[in-house]
């Protein structure tokens, strides 16, 4: 059984390690953006990538599922996309005479669902019992998905054309929101200059990680060490937004619950079998901002006044020592 101190915690490292120079070999000059998809997949969390088009969102997420040998489908959400496209559809076999379920694309170990608020409303929520519950019910009949399961989501600004805003109980479900940016001029010059290349830059790489692999880091990461003082921490940060004036939606408990898994997880991504309150301070935009509505929301800056709002709470919020 793993533990989190000796030569599991060691080689628990070289395997995040190994995972992360893979993914910096695709995505360049992002170090924290690649961390916080680390800490996701460690936390069995899904993870939501919204940007401008262009800035590596599906290389990251492609990046990510060629370092693990396990299955992976692409869905490229568009208006017209029906929900049993994504988790399948019964049909009647002639030969056997009988009824029998054909598997969507969601049924894989990552899935990415490209532009995903480019779907309807009702499309999007075909995706709730999967991100929740890890399994999908068609007719009555309910089929589990494969272990580990985790759902890469890339997203326009809401604002533009074309888009759907996701429901607020979709966006609870990601564990972890954030945003490439754009490159600086070196990383960016290292682009252009690799852009001549017959291959796209994540299929050159090669898996450092299996399934097995995965669910032991994930499993792992359960046993890191929270102190009471730090879920207190948490619960201060919640409980703050719950109150806050300028908040109309403040975090669910789920939103705690996945900040006290990701904190884990982020420990045991840095090497440690322990958290700190850093680990929660550093987090907290990509956890909390996306999970909160403003009381005066305005088109297209939702996540930009989340992180503005949860970095007020968090200076307002006394610190463990």
Do not use: W
């Amino acid at each position: 059984m793993l533990n989190t101190t000796g030569t599991d915690l060691r080689e628990a490292s070289a395997r995040v390690g190994a995972l992360r120079a893979n993914l910096e070999r695709v995505v360049s000059g992002k170090s924290s953006v690649i961390d916080l998809a680390i800490t996701a997949l460690l936390a069995r969390g899904h993870l939501l990538i919204e940007d401008v088009p262009g800035v590596g969102k599906s290389t990251l997420a492609h990046g990510l599922a060629r370092s693990i040998d396990c299955s992976f489908q692409r869905i490229q959400f568009t208006s017209d996309l029906l929900p049993s496209d994504i988790v399948g559809v019964t049909v009647f076999n002639q030969a056997a005479r009988a009824f029998e379920f054909r598997p969507g694309p969601v049924f894989a170990n990552i899935v990415l669902a490209d532009e995903i608020n480019r779907a309807t409303p009702k499309t999007q929520s075909a995706l709730l019992e999967a991100m929740n519950e890890r399994q999908v019910s068609v007719d009555r009949t309910t089929h589990p998905l494969p272990s580990p399961f985790m759902l890469l989501a890339t997203q326009n600004p809401v604002e533009f054309s074309g888009t759907f805003p996701l429901p607020e109980s979709q966006l609870d479900r990601f564990m972890v929101c954030l945003r490439m940016g754009y490159p600086d001029e070196e990383h960016e010059r290292k682009i252009i200059m690799s852009s001549g290349a017959t291959t796209r830059p994540a299929e050159v790489l090669r898996p450092v990680l299996d399934a097995g692999d995965v669910e032991a880091l994930q499993d792992l990461s359960t046993k890191v060490r929270v102190d009471e003082d730090l879920v207190s921490y948490i619960l201060s940060i919640a409980s703050a937004t719950r109150d806050h004036g300028a908040i109309r939606l403040g975090l669910s408990p789920r939103a705690s619950m996945a900040m006290y898994r990701a904190a884990q997880a982020f420990a045991l991504a840095s090497g440690r079998g322990y958290c700190v309150p850093d680990d929660i301070k550093t987090l907290s935009g990509p956890v909390f901002a996306h999970r909160i509505i403003p009381a005066e929301r305005a088109l297209g800056s939702s996540l930009e006044s989340g992180i503005a709002l949860i970095n007020e709470i968090l200076g307002s919020v006394k610190v463990p020592l």
